[in-house]
């Protein structure tokens, strides 16, 4: 089965940078496509990029310039450096398989997450 362990959140100043990561157990996970996602407090979780199994990558415009995804099939992981953090990227962060369903967004397997809080 399916296991996904986030970790690298922490409390940061704005301006300040993160390097998240993510092991996967349970998959092929050199032919599928991964995603970080987001959920802030009183929000639906939403995308935050994706990289294809090639290694091509996706961002939302919020997070494009300042984001990089990244992974390393040897290891079945995926990372996401965060630069130039704002209070708006305050958030548990989460990785998982993408695409993923509206309904899969709210339901289905998730891990535990990493919160990633930017405050002075």
């Known amino acids: 089965q399916v296991q996904l362990v986030e970790s690298g959140g922490g409390l940061v100043q704005p301006g300040g940078s993160l390097r998240l990561s993510c092991a996967a157990s349970g998959i092929i996970f050199r032919i599928n496509a991964m995603g970080w996602y987001r959920q802030a407090p009183g929000k639906q979780r939403e995308l935050v990029a994706s990289i294809t199994s090639a290694g091509s990558t996706n961002y939302v415009d919020p997070v494009k310039g300042r984001f990089t995804i990244s992974r390393d099939n040897a290891k079945n992981a995926v990372y996401l450096q965060m630069n130039s953090l704002k209070p708006e990227d305050t958030a548990v962060y989460y990785c998982?398989?993408?695409?993923?369903?509206?309904?899969?967004?709210?339901?289905?397997?998730w891990g535990q997450g990493t919160q990633v809080t930017v405050s002075s």
């Open positions: 998982n398989l993408y695409p993923r369903t509206p309904a899969l967004m709210t339901t289905g397997y």
